[in-house]
């Protein structure tokens, strides 16, 4: 298993721009999440997906949106980015059935993201 | 917001000393977890304790969740240098979503 994949590895954007970071897990987990991770700041959730078809906000999802058409694919688009979204973004999965529920979540490697 | 604050945010030390993180938050938590995360990569998780006043050992590092479940220690014993990283402490509450909220991280870096 390749685990949780995220395309591309680095991207540079000019101010308006727009992107889609990709995210792909190959290991049938329900949940999947986006995370951006700032110097000093730990992780801050953007959105989540807790089954294809549903989505919702995390803690900073402004500027950002998701699909989630298949369980495999979680992508987060940027439609006019801002110098305040660079960061370094990871996707996450994680795995929950009725009442067993594992917090343990599976990150990505991540994107690093400029926006100049 | 619930926070989680970790300390000392930037450790370095000498290969064989011991060493003991914190993670503090005023909420309580139903489970609390541990991760570790290298430079250009995703964090990978140590450990998750669940009971107030567990104790887990994972060979030279031990975690324990406080008896009220706001509160984390990360202890490393004769730490070496593969032990560098950045440690992240993440609480969960028992919402029936897996949301995690993530400590500030502690930056660790062992000499040889």
């Given at each position: 298993n390749a685990g949780v994949t995220q395309t591309p590895k680095f991207r540079i954007l000019k101010i308006g721009q727009s992107m889609t970071l990709q995210c792909t897990q190959?290991?049938?987990?329900?949940y999947m999440y986006w995370y951006r991770q700032d110097p000093g700041m730990g992780l801050k959730l953007i959105y989540y997906s807790v089954g294809a078809g549903i989505t919702d906000k995390g803690e900073v999802p402004n500027g950002y949106n998701v699909s989630r058409s298949t369980t495999e694919d979680f992508p987060l688009r940027l439609e006019l980015a801002a110098p305040s979204q660079t960061s370094v973004y990871f996707c996450a999965s994680s795995y929950s059935a009725g009442q067993k529920r594992s917090y343990e979540q599976y990150f990505g490697p991540g994107t690093r993201l400029t926006v100049t | 917001t619930q926070l989680l604050e970790q300390s000392p945010q930037f450790l370095s030390i000498q290969e064989g000393e011991n060493l003991t993180v914190y993670c503090n938050s005023s909420s309580v938590f139903s489970s609390l977890q541990w991760y570790r995360q290298e430079p250009g990569e995703g964090p990978v998780l140590l450990v998750t304790v669940v009971t107030g006043g567990e104790v887990k050992k994972l060979k030279r590092l031990t975690f324990q969740f406080g008896d009220a479940r706001k509160d984390s220690s990360l202890h490393i014993t004769a730490?070496?240098?593969?032990?560098t990283g950045l440690y992240l402490c993440a609480g969960a509450k028992?919402?029936?979503?897996q949301k995690l909220v993530f400590g500030t991280g502690t930056r660790l870096l062992v000499s040889p």
């Open positions: 190959d290991m049938n987990h329900n | 730490a070496q240098p593969g032990d028992d919402t029936g979503f």
